[in-house]
């Protein structure tokens, strides 16, 4: 990364910002409500990634860079969002938000991160496989807008060791 973000729990006046990202990013966004929610769930975490103050970069909306939130739920880390701003992609900016939900399942004693991704969405194929993920099933016709299979996906962290050799272990699902 060519740049410093921070990372910080969501907050009530991100949410603008977070929809702003939301709604380019994803096919079926959540809403502010699905946001609000989340904040009061006790078992969620969303994780904010802002850019620092300056604005370094050159991006149209200093501030709220990505996030991620995720679930911890019966010895599981479920990551149920993860979004970048579309001009500040390609810089690391999701594999940082990916490695502290790992971290939290760690500190957690949590067995594996699961997910589920679109079938199509080779970027985010890519990126969960270049954490060791893998493919442990399929869902036909799960999305309903833009009806598409989903691909879930999951990631062994019992051994925290796996962090430092990520690609050269032979990762397995949980
Ligand atoms: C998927 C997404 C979150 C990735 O965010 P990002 O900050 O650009 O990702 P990173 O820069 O951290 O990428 C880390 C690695 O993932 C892979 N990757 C990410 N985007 C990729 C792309 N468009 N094509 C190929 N590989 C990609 C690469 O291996 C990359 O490492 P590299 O840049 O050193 O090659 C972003 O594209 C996004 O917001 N997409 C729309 C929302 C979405 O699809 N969310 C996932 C739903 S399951």
Redesign the pocket.
């Known amino acids: 990364m060519d740049f410093e973000i921070t990372v910080s729990p969501l907050a009530k006046s991100d949410i603008p910002s977070i929809l702003e990202i939301e709604y380019d990013?994803?096919p079926e966004p959540w809403t502010e409500k699905a946001f609000l929610e989340e904040i009061n769930r006790a078992n969620s975490s969303v994780l904010v990634a802002r850019l620092p103050a300056g604005d370094p970069v050159g991006a149209p909306f200093p501030g709220v860079a990505?996030y991620i939130c995720f679930w911890s739920v019966a010895g599981e880390i479920q990551i149920l969002n993860?979004?970048?701003r579309k001009t500040l992609?390609?810089?690391?900016?999701?594999?940082k938000l990916i490695e502290l939900a790992i971290r939290t399942g760690w500190e957690q004693h949590a067995g594996c991160v699961s997910?589920e991704?679109r079938k199509s969405?080779?970027?985010?194929l890519?990126?969960y496989e270049?954490f060791g993920f893998i493919v442990t099933g399929e869902r036909p016709n799960y999305y309903e807008v833009q009806k598409e299979s989903a691909i879930l996906m999951e990631l062994d962290i019992s051994e925290p060791e796996q962090e430092k050799n990520r690609e050269g272990n032979l990762p397995h699902g949980c």
Not at 121 to 124: K, P, Q
């Open positions: 990013s994803q990505g993860i979004a970048v992609r390609r810089r690391g900016i999701a594999r997910l991704v969405n080779s970027a985010a890519k990126l270049s």
